[in-house]
Antibody, heavy 116, light 110 residues
Framework: QVQLQESGPGLVKPSETLSLTCTVS????????WSWIRQPPGKGLEWIGE???????KYNPSLKSRVTISVDTSKNQFSLKVSSVTPADTALYYC??????????WGQGTLVTVSS | QSALTQPPSASGSPGQSVTISCTGT?????????VSWYQQHPGKAPKLMIY???KRPSGVPDRFSGSKSANTASLTVSGLQAEDEADYYC??????????FGTGTRVTVL
């Protein structure tokens, strides 16, 4: 059974870069599309972007200038970087696996707080 | 791309039905049959309940059903149970491998 686990610093200073990694177990990362989705505390979900195992990416236009998603097939991991963060980037960050045009598998989420 | 519009709240008594709407535009819901619905209990990750407008993943009770008309999708929960109390989010494919989520609806079982 596929499982996803997010990891990375829980606290990032304003103007710095947020970096998270999603480790995939129980399945090969080379079989699907993979996304990052975030949820500010007490608010709704926002799709950040997706990556395919060959490195092809698509990003939410509202975040595109600050977001980079990459994949490491040798480690069965994919990663997220958000640059120039502000407190508005404080959120629970989820990684998820696609199936068609939906997200049937999610990680447990990791909270990232942007604060000095 | 703007968030899809959902009512902030909905409620019903046990055994009743509740329907949640998700309104978009002709560029998202109206243009693609790729609407999915997610249930989120407090402190938990979202769970896929409906995909491709009307399909249920294995293990999701048939009390949950989805539909779409023009630019609005709907999720109906029939025979409400206490465990259905949660937040529900819709999402739609919007082309060019992009997605948009709804604003979310909190369902309360009275």
């Amino acid at each position: 059974q596929v499982q996803l686990q997010e990891s990375g610093p829980g606290l990032v200073k304003p103007s710095e870069t947020l970096s998270l990694t999603c480790t995939v177990s129980g399945d090969s990362i080379s079989s699907y599309y993979w996304s990052w989705i975030r949820q500010p505390p007490g608010k709704g979900l926002e799709w950040i972007g997706e990556i395919y195992y060959n490195g092809a990416t698509k990003y939410n236009p509202s975040l595109k200038s600050r977001v980079t998603i990459s994949v490491d097939t040798s480690k069965n991991q994919f990663s997220l970087k958000v640059s120039s963060v502000t407190p508005a980037d404080t959120a629970l960050y989820y990684c998820a696996r696609h199936s068609g045009r939906s997200f049937p598998v999610w990680g447990q989420g990791t909270l990232v707080t942007v604060s000095s | 791309q703007s968030a899809l519009t959902q009512p902030p709240s909905a409620s019903g008594s046990p055994g009743q039905s509740v329907t949640i709407s998700c309104t978009g535009t002709s560029s998202d819901i109206g243009d693609y049959n790729y609407v999915s619905w997610y249930q989120q209990h407090p402190g938990k990750a979202p769970k896929l309940m409906i995909y491709d407008v009307t399909k249920r993943p294995s293990g999701v009770p048939d009390r949950f059903s989805g539909s779409k008309s023009a630019n609005t999708a709907s999720l109906t929960v029939s025979g409400l149970q206490a465990e259905d109390e949660a937040d529900y989010y819709c999402t739609s494919f919007v082309g060019d491998n992009n997605y948009v989520f709804g604003t979310g609806t909190r369902v309360t079982v009275l």
